[in-house]
């Protein structure tokens, strides 16, 4: 049982479009929530997070929306570009040091 | 500055034979993990480590082995490899139990079981 839900699995958006990619999840213990960013041949790194007390988080072009009470998450991408095509995961954690990741969204932004 | 790293990074082996996955961390975090990635499965977590000598089971350990002997290095054990252990698996580090808790991940071992 996937304790992450994340949609779609695969996206395809032109450059400049605003790619949104959607997580769900149940267990309420949950406390704080990364998106991971990973290219071919790589290890996931960190993209941007936010805690359940927060309802919008914003770096540069990413933003993570979070609503508590529907328990989701999505992360938008503003102004797309070719070089953020890459393979997206969502994230949960609990008890500080147990994570637990989405299935991953591929994005491809083409030109 | 080396990070994290992973050896070998491709590996390919016959069914039942042991295989050990390498993890050397260079930050001295307290915290290491085991995860594989699969398609449609995205990172499930195999075992993870807080300290030197202190393992625990994650999502997916059976089948697996690890030891922390040393705070920097976290090697991950197939006894008997199976073809359903055909994956990528990425070790990462934390500090630990602090505000951020960021991941950092190695740059992954393929691991291609015939």
């Known amino acids: 049982q996937q304790q992450v839900k994340q949609s779609p699995q695969s996206l395809i958006v032109q450059k400049g479009g605003i790619p949104i990619i959607n997580c769900a999840y149940e267990?309420?213990?949950?406390?704080?929530f990364p998106w991971y960013q990973q290219f071919p041949g790589k290890g996931p790194a960190l993209l941007i997070a936010?805690?359940?007390?927060?309802s919008e988080k914003k770096e540069g072009r990413f933003t993570i929306s979070f609503n508590k009470s529907a328990k989701q998450f999505s992360l938008h991408i503003m102004d797309s570009q070719p070089g953020d095509s890459a393979t997206y995961f969502c994230?949960?954690?609990?008890?500080?040091?147990?994570?637990?990741f989405g299935s991953g969204t591929k994005l491809n932004v083409k030109p | 500055d080396a990070g994290i790293t992973q050896s070998p990074r491709y590996k390919i082996t016959e069914t039942g034979r042991q295989v050990t996955l390498m993890c050397h961390q260079t930050?001295?975090?307290?915290?290491m993990f085991w995860y594989r990635q699969d398609l449609g499965h995205g990172l499930r977590l195999i075992y993870y480590?807080?300290?030197?000598?202190?393992?625990d089971k994650g999502e997916v350990p059976d089948g697996y082995v690890v030891s922390r002997s040393k705070t920097e290095n976290f090697p991950l054990t197939l006894e008997s490899a199976t073809r359903s252990q055909t994956s990528v698996y990425f070790c990462?580090?934390?500090?630990?139990?602090?505000?951020?808790?960021?991941?950092?991940f190695g740059e992954g071992s393929r691991l291609t079981v015939l």
């Open positions: 990462a580090s934390s500090e630990g139990q602090g505000v951020s808790g960021e991941l950092f």
């Open positions: 267990n309420t213990a949950f406390d704080y």
């Open positions: 936010i805690r359940p007390d927060v």
């Open positions: 994230a949960a954690r609990r008890n500080f040091n147990k994570f637990y």
């Open positions: 930050w001295s975090h307290s915290y």
């Open positions: 480590s807080a300290a030197a000598d202190i393992t």
